[in-house]
Each structure stands twice: as C-alpha cells, then as structure tokens.
Nanobody, 117 residues
C-alpha cells in the first residue's frame, strides 16, 4: 500500500516561488531514489529534478539554478522549492519514488502548477 500524496501546487505570478511537498507511506523511504516530473499539455512527461538515496542530485537544464529538490527522511517527505517561476514551468507536477533494482516505481497523483500574470 505505497502512497505518494502531493501538495503545494497552485497559481503564481511569473518570477514568484512555490514549494511542493510529497509525503510517502508504505515504504522504506530512505532507500528510494526520488524525483519530480512534470507534464505540460501536448508535451511528454519530463524529469525536472531527482535525488538519489545517496543524496546525489540532477536537474533539467531548464530549471537549474531555480529549482531545488530536497528530502527529509525523518518525515518521509520530498520537496521541490521553485523560484523564479516562468510561464513555461506551467505543468502538472508528479513526485516519484523508484527502487530500480527491485523494479519498483511509484507515482503521486500530480499537482497543477500554473505560472501566469
């Protein structure tokens, strides 16, 4: 009964900031690789930011310097701090937990982020 529950999406002005959260349950949180993906209308889902269980991170070129992924193992939660938001960041954002060696790959329900004036 693995569950991923997201929160923090909404409507923001260009240049604004937003922090997404995703709480995990039903899993040994600390051993999973985690990430945030997004999907805009008419576009394929793309990786935005990822953090391995060893805390290595990588970001899409389009968000480097603006977005920061973090994790709190004690709270079974991952975060995506987004700053300097642009209209092209508008998408549904999904959190993900992956345990590749075991073939486990779990997704949240998605949360809408809209950047518009």
């Amino acid at each position: 009964q693995v569950q991923l529950v997201e929160s923090g999406g909404g409507l923001v002005q260009p240049g604004g900031s937003l922090k997404l959260s995703c709480g995990f349950s039903g899993m040994t949180f600390s051993i999973y690789d985690m990430g945030w993906y997004r999907q805009a209308p008419g576009k394929q889902r793309e990786l935005v930011a990822a953090m391995s269980s060893g805390s290595n991170t990588n970001y899409a070129d389009s968000v480097k310097g603006r977005f920061t992924i973090s994790r709190d193992n004690a709270k079974n939660t991952i975060f995506l701090q987004m700053t300097g938001l642009k209209p092209e960041d508008t998408a549904v954002y999904y959190c993900n937990a992956k345990l590749g060696w075991a073939g486990y790959n779990y997704w949240g329900q998605g949360t809408q982020v809209t950047v518009s004036s």
